[in-house]
């Protein structure tokens, strides 16, 4: 399994954006499929966002299509995910999961990061 820990989240008001970053120890990042994932209170978690371990492919939640971008970054082992145009109901804990192959399921997840977004 892969050590993830997620950074980034924070308070904004509707309308900004944060950047969330998901940092991977091993030696293997370049072989995992990565995800984000958000729950939010009283809530299931839910799939936000997901990218293949060739960073060819993406794929997203019908809820943030056109305002998050899922990214990463090989030489730092680093996924990211820019959110744009936030809303009150972004408002969740952020998680980051990983895959060694396929996009899911995963078994490797991060402690969370709070992203609150205020109307």
């Known amino acids: 399994q892969m050590q993830l820990a997620e950074s980034g989240g924070g308070l904004v008001q509707a309308g900004g954006s944060l950047r969330l970053s998901c940092a991977a120890s091993g030696p293997t990042f370049s072989r995992y499929a990565m995800a984000w994932f958000r729950q939010a209170p009283g809530k299931a978690r839910n799939f936000v966002a997901a990218?293949?371990?060739?960073?060819?492919?993406?794929y997203y939640a019908d809820s943030v299509k056109g305002r998050f971008t899922i990214s990463r970054e090989y030489a730092s082992n680093t996924m990211y995910l820019q959110m744009n145009t936030l809303k009150p109901e972004d408002t969740a804990i952020y998680y980051c999961a990983a895959n060694r192959g396929g996009l899911g399921p995963y078994d490797s997840w991060g402690q969370g990061t709070q992203v609150t977004v205020s109307s």
């Open positions: 990218v293949t371990w060739s960073g060819n492919s993406t």
